[in-house]
């Protein structure tokens, strides 16, 4: 995993990934896809587009346009997990999943304590891949619409079957009701 690394660039693809705390499946726990959505909305704004993506139960893939108007990834990514990490917290309170809680707040670095970090929720690095060539792209992309299918996974008969994943997108041309998924050939 990337850490405290710039990917300033630009008019650039990136793939990235980030990591709830410990592996837990928060983003199932607490059924945030809305929230992740939203997010991604909020990308566009500031021309960050979404070229990829599988949100799975406790990691996110995402294949992301950084337009010359675009805030540096590491802002984007930060500001996102920050976003989504509140949200996640307010989740778990109202759904009473107190045990899940304390484990992430045994997870907070003293450090961060004094500064007044209450809950752990991701892992504190994200990586970042700046994509240059078509091949690693298309990589990219069967790597993320097939994970839901691995063997390890097993969340659904088809990769084309899991909810939160591009794979329709480019694989039947379907849009999502979500967020304005770019095609990343738009951008090559």
């Known amino acids: 995993m990337a850490v405290k690394t710039r990917q300033a660039n630009t008019h650039a693809l990136y793939f990235v990934t980030f990591t709830c705390v410990k592996w837990l499946n928060l983003f199932s726990a607490t059924d945030i896809y809305d929230s992740i959505y939203k997010w991604f909305n909020y990308m566009i704004t500031r021309g960050v587009y979404v070229t990829g993506f599988v949100i799975m139960p406790n990691h996110l893939h995402l ?50 304590r004094k500064n007044k970090k209450r809950h752990e929720v991701f892992q504190p690095s994200y990586d970042a891949k700046e994509c240059f060539s078509l091949d690693f792209i298309k990589q990219k992309l069967q790597y993320m619409h097939k994970n839901p299918v691995s063997k390890k996974w097993s969340l659904a008969d088809s990769y084309l079957d899991y909810p939160h994943s591009s794979a329709r997108f480019y694989s039947l041309g379907e849009e999502n009701s979500w967020f304005e998924l770019k095609d990343v050939r738009d951008f090559l």
């Open 63 to 112: 294949l992301l346009y950084l337009s010359p108007e675009s805030p540096e990834l590491m802002k984007m990514i930060g500001n996102g997990k920050r976003f989504l990490a509140y949200e996640i917290v307010k989740r778990l309170e109202a759904s009473g999943k107190s045990q899940l809680l304390d484990f992430m707040q045994r997870e907070v670095k003293a450090s961060d």
